[in-house]
């Protein structure tokens, strides 16, 4: 017998430390799927691969702003979308913005697990 699969939808973020220039790396993930009520995130960025990009970006502060887009996703009560529904928040993160961090667009799938998808989709698409 196979395993119930539920959708989900997952939207990569990005890392762009110049913004004029458009150049971006992978630091994370996004993964909402409104059948188990689940929002995640992983979020990794890669110092070399930055530096690579940008040479004067700052790590520290870039990684302190992707574990607080991780903070919306794990605690209701934490950011902008403090209070608002999973849907809602994942909305709220993945709209498009003109920042130095950028969801990607928004992507389905199947799943029996998110959490397990969040893993699997960080190892794929971020990971080096």
Same mark, same amino acid.
């Given at each position: 017998?196979?395993?119930?699969?539920?959708?989900?939808?997952?939207?990569?973020?990005?890392?762009?430390?110049?913004?004029?220039?458009?150049?971006?790396?992978?630091?994370?993930?996004?993964?909402?799927?409104?059948?188990?009520?689940?929002?995640?995130?992983?979020?990794? +960025?890669?110092?070399?691969?930055?530096?690579?990009? #940008? &040479?004067?970006?700052? @790590? $520290? /502060?870039?990684? =302190?702003? +992707?574990?607080?887009?991780?903070?919306?996703?794990? #605690? &209701?009560?934490?950011? @902008? $979308? /403090?209070?608002? =529904?999973?849907?809602?928040?994942?909305?709220?993160?993945?709209?498009?913005?003109?920042?130095?961090?950028?969801?990607?667009?928004?992507?389905?799938?199947?799943?029996?697990?998110?959490?397990?998808?969040?893993?699997?989709?960080?190892?794929?698409?971020?990971?080096?």
């Amino acid at each position: 017998m196979t395993e119930q699969r539920y959708p989900f939808e997952y939207a990569v973020l990005r890392v762009i430390p110049r913004v004029e220039r458009g150049e971006s790396i992978n630091a994370g993930v996004l993964v909402y799927c409104h059948r188990l009520d689940y929002l995640g995130s992983r979020v990794h +960025l890669d110092p070399d691969r930055l530096r690579a990009l #940008d &040479p004067t970006a700052d @790590p $520290a /502060a870039i990684t =302190s702003v +992707l574990h607080s887009v991780a903070g919306t996703c794990s #605690d &209701p009560a934490v950011g @902008p $979308a /403090a209070g608002q =529904s999973l849907g809602q928040r994942f909305r709220w993160l993945t709209a498009p913005k003109s920042t130095v961090i950028q969801p990607g667009p928004v992507h389905t799938g199947l799943t029996t697990d998110p959490a397990a998808e969040t893993e699997r989709l960080l190892r794929l698409l971020v990971l080096p």
